[in-house]
């Protein structure tokens, strides 16, 4: 079994900063990419930010220049760094990761539970 837990989501101020962690266990042979996804009420999920074992990261247009991904190999650790959040920013947050479990030879999308962030005065 694998699984992903999220942790850091909140209210936040217009302006503010949070910091999202997402941490994979289980049985995992190896992990090709993290990522994070968001879903604010009405729209659809759609990604923010991924980034690859070896260090390569791609992110939404909206983010870009105030939201940074790293990850932690030895920890199968993925963070989400968020600075000068805005309302429009509000949404539950997922991570997501493409896993290759042991004993397998296919990789797999699994997903965290979601973490609400709220940004709001």
């Known amino acids: 079994q694998v699984q992903l837990v999220e942790s850091g989501g909140g209210l936040v101020q217009p302006g503010g900063s949070l910091r999202l962690s997402c941490a994979a266990s289980?049985?995992?042979?190896?992990?090709?990419?993290m990522g994070w996804y968001r879903q604010a009420p009405g729209n659809q999920r759609e990604l923010v930010a991924s980034?690859?074992?070896?260090?390569?990261?791609n992110y939404v247009d909206s983010v870009k220049g105030r939201f940074t991904i790293s990850g932690d190999n030895a920890k199968n650790t993925v963070y989400l760094q968020m600075n000068s959040l805005k309302p429009e920013d509000t949404a539950v947050y997922y991570c997501?990761?493409?896993?290759?479990?042991?004993?397998?030879?296919?990789?797999?999308?699994?997903w965290g539970q979601g973490t609400q962030v709220t940004v709001s005065s």
């Open positions: 980034i690859t074992t070896g260090g390569n990261t």
């Open positions: 289980g049985s995992i042979f190896s992990i090709n990419d």
């Open positions: 997501n990761a493409n896993i290759i479990k042991s004993g397998s030879r296919w990789s797999r999308n699994y």
